[in-house]
């Protein structure tokens, strides 16, 4: 016992040294970027938390709450350091019915599920698949979810009817709103070029917060929305009845937002790691997202995920490592026990001007040229992708957009299938074909209505030497092709079968191979359908 005491200390003397050197790596000026951009993003933060609360039909804090937990516990164990993660709209959306129908109540229970799926997926290196998207679907995915942050700001140029319900803004609030709103962003423009030392979005909402305070101008504020101010999270066991009826449920919410959470939050590391300069780390992401959300559903939240906006406004105001995401969280957790007064007077034009900002930085302008460049399909896609993320929601969107692309792939591919017929130079009167392209269930059909025995010789041979055996459609195609030149009593060799196509003959159980003949396959080898042997040295 003495000894492991001794090993927990030095472990921890290791991890306390650690993060000593990692910041005195970084230096003073890096510290002070990275937590004046937590600074920023946590203002960021305040309306879409609280927004996402009403569209989810949930309290404000319940979505503070996600926004604090999600966010520290993804900004210490995620994949991408500089990514921050909170409540989304993709999310709450999902939640809507569930919440009307069942109560707050089922929705912890939902993200607590959701999480510990996704914490699976994780372990599992399901994350890896985010490979499998397309560029295209990436272009088309980042052009609809800026449109998207870009709509939702509509909502902030709406205000109280009186009656319980919002009518857009007009007269001299409209036009100061948007004198607002264009001010915010000409200064995020022009800091830069002045001064770096502080993040322009920050200076930017200080700025015009500042400005709005002093004159009173009547703008609407952040408190206009909601109440901040608000306790500790507490700990509390999801009400709900443990039973098979609650899971049956519980459990399609959880996988679509598990789902979709996933999607969203590994689409966003790949973007944040173009921007930095970083790979890796999506099975990591995982297991902390679904960690993020398990804990989160224990206290009171409503789950999150990765968000594209407040991550962009992160890294373009210079937040590289874990310590502005640790900085953002924490500055939330202050926002809602201490500072909920200074905040609630911050005009939501500043906000909204910083959010257009970064729907100007994230959208891919050069995308537009690149729809004139590109193969149409290509094309489709992006435009496909932008539309369904604006119409439905991003998985969908995403989903669609990798069918569609797997689909013009295989149809591509199936045309480069190409047989070529010469005379043998080894065997005299026989035929070579000789097949280029991959043979998969999108060229299988046209690959077996190409031979005609009653036209070709005693003696046939298939060369695959430029060719691949993908799948079983393919496998039966070859075996039709046998079928029939056995029928016609002529005979048909395999040549050039490459290792793993000898071996899905053999799991076949049709063709009969002989895996031991030249195993390597250094020499070229005939397989003889007739007599099922095959024959080196061709």
Same mark, same amino acid.
């Given at each position: 016992?003495?000894?492991?005491t001794?090993?927990?200390d030095?472990?921890?003397?290791?991890?306390?040294?650690?993060a000593?050197?990692?910041?005195?790596?970084?230096?003073?000026?890096?510290?002070?970027i990275?937590?004046?951009?937590?600074?920023?993003?946590a203002?960021?933060l305040?309306?879409?938390?609280?927004a996402?609360?009403?569209?989810?039909?949930?309290?404000?804090l319940?979505?503070?709450?996600?926004?604090?937990?999600?966010?520290?516990?993804?900004?210490?164990?995620?994949?991408?350091?500089?990514?921050?993660?909170?409540?989304?709209?993709?999310?709450?959306?999902?939640?809507?019915?569930?919440?009307?129908?069942?109560?707050?109540?089922?929705?912890?229970?939902?993200?607590?599920?959701?999480?510990?799926?996704?914490?699976?997926?994780?372990?599992?290196?399901l994350?890896?698949?985010?490979?499998?998207?397309?560029?295209?679907v990436?272009l088309?995915?980042? +052009?609809?979810?800026?449109?998207?942050?870009?709509?939702?700001?509509m909502?902030?140029?709406?205000?109280?009817?009186?009656?319980?319900g919002?009518?857009?803004?007009s007269?001299?609030?409209?036009?100061?709103?948007?004198a607002?709103?264009?001010g915010t962003?000409?200064?995020?423009?022009?800091?830069?070029?002045?001064?770096?030392?502080?993040?322009?979005p920050?200076?930017?909402?200080?700025?015009?917060?500042?400005?709005?305070?002093?004159?009173d101008?009547?703008?609407?504020?952040?408190?206009?929305?909601?109440?901040?101010?608000?306790?500790l999270?507490?700990f509390?066991?999801?009400?709900?009845?443990?039973?098979?009826?609650?899971?049956?449920?519980?459990?399609?919410y959880?996988?679509?937002?598990a789902?979709?959470?996933?999607?969203?939050?590994?689409?966003?590391? +790949?973007?944040?790691?173009?921007?930095t300069?970083?790979?890796?780390?999506?099975?990591?992401?995982?297991?902390?997202?679904?960690a993020?959300?398990?804990?989160?559903?224990?206290?009171?939240?409503?789950?999150?995920?990765?968000?594209?906006?407040?991550?962009?406004i992160n890294?373009?105001?210079?937040?590289?490592?874990?310590?502005?995401?640790?900085?953002?969280?924490?500055?939330?957790?202050?926002?809602?026990?201490?500072g909920?007064?200074?905040?609630?007077?911050?005009?939501l034009?500043?906000?909204v001007?910083?959010m257009?900002?970064?729907v100007?930085?994230?959208?891919?302008?050069?995308?537009?040229?690149?729809?004139?460049?590109v193969?149409?399909?290509d094309?489709?896609?992006?435009l496909?992708?932008?539309?369904?993320?604006?119409?439905?929601?991003?998985a969908?969107?995403v989903?669609?957009?990798?069918?569609?692309?797997?689909?013009?792939?295989a149809?591509?591919?199936?045309?480069?299938?190409?047989?070529?017929?010469?005379?043998?130079?080894?065997?005299?009167?026989?035929?070579?074909?000789?097949?280029?392209g991959?043979?998969?269930?999108?060229?299988?059909?046209?690959?077996?209505?190409?031979?005609h025995?009653? +036209?070709?010789p005693?003696?046939?041979?298939?060369?695959?030497?430029d060719?691949?055996?993908?799948?079983h459609?393919?496998?039966?195609?070859?075996?039709?092709?046998?079928?029939?030149?056995?029928?016609?009593?002529?005979?048909?060799r395999?040549?050039?079968?490459?290792?793993d196509?000898h071996?899905?003959?053999?799991?076949?159980?049709?063709?009969?191979?002989?895996?031991?003949?030249?195993?390597d396959?250094?020499?070229?080898?005939d397989?003889?359908? +007739?007599?099922?042997?095959?024959?080196s040295g061709?």
């Open positions: 016992m003495p000894q492991q001794t090993i927990a030095f472990a921890k003397r290791l991890r306390l040294a650690e000593s050197a990692q910041i005195t790596k970084l230096g003073v000026a890096q510290v002070r990275e937590i004046l951009s937590g600074l920023t993003v203002l960021a305040v309306p879409e938390a609280v996402f609360a009403f569209v989810a039909g949930v309290d404000p319940v979505g503070l709450y996600a926004a604090f937990m999600v966010g520290l516990i993804t900004a210490v164990f995620g994949g991408r350091p500089g990514m921050i993660s909170g409540a989304t709209g993709a999310l709450a959306v999902v939640m809507v019915a569930l919440v009307a129908d069942h109560g707050v109540q089922y929705l912890f229970a939902t993200v607590v599920l959701m999480g510990i799926l996704q914490v699976s997926a994780g372990v599992f290196k994350g890896k698949f985010i490979r499998m998207v397309p560029h295209p990436m088309g995915f980042v +052009n609809g979810l800026a449109i998207v942050i870009f709509l939702a700001q909502e902030q140029f709406k205000v109280s009817d009186g009656a319980g919002h009518v857009w803004m007269g001299v609030t409209l036009w100061l709103t948007l607002l709103v264009g962003m000409a200064l995020v423009f022009f800091t830069p070029k002045v001064t770096k030392f502080i993040p322009a920050l200076a930017a909402i200080g700025i015009i917060a500042l400005l709005v305070i002093v004159f101008l009547p703008a609407p504020r952040v408190g206009d929305l909601a109440t901040l101010k608000g306790g999270p507490t509390g066991i999801p009400q709900v009845p443990f039973t098979l009826e609650t899971l049956y449920i519980i459990f399609p959880a996988v679509i937002l789902a979709i959470g996933l999607i969203e939050s590994l689409l966003t590391l +790949n973007l944040v790691g173009t921007i300069g970083k790979r890796g780390g999506a099975s990591q992401e995982c297991v902390a997202q679904g993020a959300n398990v804990v989160t559903g224990f206290f009171g939240g409503m789950g999150g995920c990765a968000m594209i906006g407040q991550s962009m890294v373009k105001s210079g937040g590289r490592t874990r310590l502005s995401g640790i900085a953002a969280a924490l500055f939330l957790l202050a926002f809602i026990l201490v909920s007064g200074i905040i609630e007077m911050i005009p034009a500043a906000l001007g910083v257009f900002m970064v100007i930085g994230t959208f891919a302008w050069q995308s537009i040229g690149v729809l004139r460049r193969p149409k399909s094309a489709l896609v992006i496909l992708v932008t539309a369904v993320t604006v119409a439905e929601d991003l969908t969107a989903v669609v957009g990798v069918l569609v692309s797997a689909v013009v792939y149809w591509n591919a199936a045309a480069r299938i190409q047989i070529v017929a010469r005379q043998s130079q080894s065997e005299e009167g026989a035929l070579v074909y000789e097949i280029a991959p043979l998969f269930f999108g060229s299988a059909t046209s690959f077996v209505e190409r031979f025995p009653e +036209n070709d005693e003696v046939v041979i298939l060369d695959f030497m060719s691949r055996v993908v799948d459609s393919a496998l039966q195609a070859i075996e039709d092709v046998a079928a029939k030149y056995q029928e016609a009593g002529k005979r048909l395999l040549r050039h079968l490459t290792q196509c071996r899905l003959l053999s799991k076949a159980g049709q063709l009969m191979v002989d895996m031991d003949d030249d195993p396959y250094r020499v070229a080898v397989y003889d359908v +007739n007599v099922g042997q095959m024959s061709h």
